[in-house]
């Protein structure tokens, strides 16, 4: 079965990962800008950082047929620095019409404070006013569901946002109903020590239903497993699924989502008329 991950750093993979996704069923990828596992120390720094998303990674994606498509921002873990964090947003603009962009994000919180609450908003803000879509990124373990609960009120000031444009991620069985009854897309990450489990988000999948879910495996650089989605696909299978609803989960709601954005040029495999189903 063909799938899209979502969510995954490939910064992080060595060339390897490439082909095992290809050779696994994946056909294409978003890479939210992120941490790199310490903090970079001027605008310069994020600069290059935001080349090697446009220009290298979808090179290296491609020696193996797949697309990848990425996102603009400074992250919540480096947003306590307010006044390098302005100087970071003022570059994205000049990234965001580039092939392959798809918006701004993996903007959120990390750690719940004033500071990042406010890079948080003026990301938002910048997004809004350019009508770019939003992927957001929640906090982890006990931070999570305040830090969520936050962030949606934060987004309740932009009167005119689309919600069916915001992808919330990270999701887990106590925030997940909050993201999608206020109309988000929600986002299902899948690691080995922390976050959801395959086992959890067919879970969520079967108490919610697929509309507006997505899996991904976020793959970075700590303790995580780029061939995470294939995992899930083979939990639905094991819970008796039918293939067509897990590709709907898989490859169908990426898509629908992603094709809002205006540089999500993405080219279908290929397969027979009977394959795939």
Request: hydrophobic share 35%.
């Amino acid at each position: 079965m063909y799938y899209f991950d979502p969510h995954i750093h490939m910064v992080s993979r060595v060339t390897d990962d490439y082909e095992t996704l290809a050779k696994m069923g994946c056909v294409g990828m978003s890479e939210p800008a992120f941490w790199a596992g310490f903090d970079r120390g001027s605008p310069e720094g994020f600069r290059d950082y935001f080349r090697q998303l446009t220009e290298f990674e979808p090179k290296r994606a491609a020696w193996y047929h797949l697309q990848h498509f990425t996102w603009i921002c400074i992250n919540a873990k480096e947003a306590e620095n307010v006044s390098l964090s302005r100087e970071v947003i003022k570059l994205i603009p000049e990234f965001l019409d580039k092939p392959g962009v798809l918006g701004i994000g993996e903007i959120g919180l990390n750690k719940n404070t004033p500071n990042e609450s406010t890079i948080f908003m003026e990301q938002v803000e910048l997004a809004d006013r350019l009508d770019e879509q939003i992927l957001i990124h929640t906090p982890h373990l006990e931070d999570k569901y305040m830090g969520t609960r936050m962030i949606l009120d934060m987004l309740d000031d932009f009167a005119d946002l689309d919600h069916g444009r915001v992808l919330v991620d990270h999701v887990e069985e106590h925030t997940v109903r909050h993201v999608l009854e206020r109309g988000y897309w929600a986002g299902m990450t899948l690691y080995p020590v922390s976050k959801c489990t395959p086992e959890r988000a067919v879970d969520m999948v079967e108490h919610y239903g697929p509309e507006r879910l997505l899996v991904n495996s976020a793959g970075d650089w700590g303790p995580s497993k780029p061939t995470a989605v294939p995992d899930f696909i083979l939990a639905m299978r094991r819970r008796g699924h039918s293939e067509a609803e897990i590709r709907r989960v898989v490859y169908e709601n990426p898509l629908e989502f992603f094709s809002q954005s205006r540089n999500f040029e993405f080219r279908p495999p290929e397969v027979p008329a009977e394959a795939d189903k």
